[in-house]
């Protein structure tokens, strides 16, 4: 059926519910799963108004490479198989990109932003819409 569980994360309290499920789906389907954190420094370095320096991008990674530990830890806990990876990028794009025909993403409905007034998040959104697999939104609260 599947192939991989793709849960991202963004390190954030409202993308615990997402990667919490996706890993359950991994240990029901005994297969594996990987999740990537997409360091988003063009934002970074359009919201600073310059190039993003050698200092922040290690201090973005340190949070990126905690968010990952955190799921390798919960995945590990519960029995399942998983890689973890930081990329660089839009977020949604290294998601699609990342998830081949017969991986299931599972994520969760908002992320950092957390804009609850909106029915689904715009990275959520982007992915369902640009996805070559199966998506699995887990709606947050």
């Known amino acids: 059926m599947y192939?991989?569980?793709i849960v991202p994360t963004d390190g954030s309290r409202v993308a615990v519910r997402g990667v919490l499920e996706g890993?359950?789906?991994?240990k029901k389907l005994n297969i594996p799963a990987h999740s990537i954190y997409v360091l988003e420094t063009k934002k970074y370095e359009h919201l600073k108004g310059s190039k993003i320096q050698p200092e922040d991008k290690k201090n973005m990674k340190k949070v990126a490479q905690k968010a990952l530990e955190w799921v390798w830890k919960r995945a590990q806990d519960a029995?399942?198989?998983?890689?973890?990876?930081?990329?660089?990028g839009d977020p949604y794009d290294r998601i699609v990109r990342e998830a081949g025909k017969r991986d299931i993403i599972y994520i969760s409905s908002h992320g950092s932003?957390?804009?609850?007034?909106?029915?689904?998040g715009s990275t959520t959104d982007r992915v369902l819409k640009n996805a070559g697999c199966?998506?699995?939104v887990v709606k947050n609260g």
């Open 3 to 5: 192939e991989r569980v």
């Open 23 to 26: 890993l359950k789906l991994a």
């Open 79 to 88: 029995g399942v198989d998983c890689t973890t990876e930081i990329m660089e």
């Open 113 to 120: 932003s957390g804009f609850k007034d909106k029915f689904i």
């Open 134 to 136: 199966t998506v699995a």
